[in-house]
């Protein structure tokens, strides 16, 4: 209950204030989608690729395309990585739950309008329904504040490690995927989205490729500083 009016507490707020910011002269950009399962024409009210819902597979695709889909078309106002600067609503605290889908499709499909002024274009019939749902998948795994905090020195003893080349690959892989699994999300999402999950795949995709996941924990920890 603490968690969901802090959320709803944090939406309050930044509903109530003007969106400087404004997307309406922006066109949404296309996502590609193709590589979710259908979900049909009528829309839904609760994320289908959530992972309660979703095999693995289609749920880590899901928030692979709604990352690239969340950046194309909503990072100019609701912040990079989801991380809001308070003139749009913050929407990692959006509960990751019926409520929280609904308030999501609500202003996806239809778009924001204030004072006669579009604040936020309607997505809903440019992108679709796959496209939506991807990029709510994205939103819900983010991190909360400070999520990282109790791993960082880990992290960056992994990270430099894996910048010199002397790491033990398949030992610090399993690592970075324990520290994830512990990674809170602001939402209430049972898996976050986090940079040890990243650095892990990278590792899991190319062992070898220590430097490609030194990088992705030298971006992450300088976000999370």
Known sequence: MKHALRG?????L?????????????????????????VGEEWLIENPYRAAAADEK?????????DSGYNQNCARCHGLGVVSGGLAP???FLEAAEAGDEWFAERFIHGYTQDG???MPA????????????IRSYIETRPDDGALD??????????????AGSADAAAV?????DIASKVKTASGAEVADSIARRAALSLDAAPDNQKAAAEILTIGLSAAE
């Open 123 to 134: 997505f809903g019939e440019v992108l679709g329904q796959k496209a939506a749902w991807a």
């Open 150 to 163: 109790e791993h960082m020195v880990r992290l960056t003893a992994i990270r430099d490690a894996l910048h």
């Open 58 to 66: 289609t749920f880590w695709t899901a928030v692979d395309i709604g």
């Open 90 to 92: 913050d929407l990692r």
């Open 8 to 12: 709803l507490a944090a939406l309050s």
């Open 14 to 38: 930044a509903l109530a204030a003007s969106f400087a910011l404004a997307h309406g002269d922006v066109a949404p950009q296309a996502v590609n989608t193709d590589a979710l399962p259908e």
């Open 173 to 177: 892989k399993a690592e970075l995927f």
């Open 117 to 119: 002024t579009t604040k």
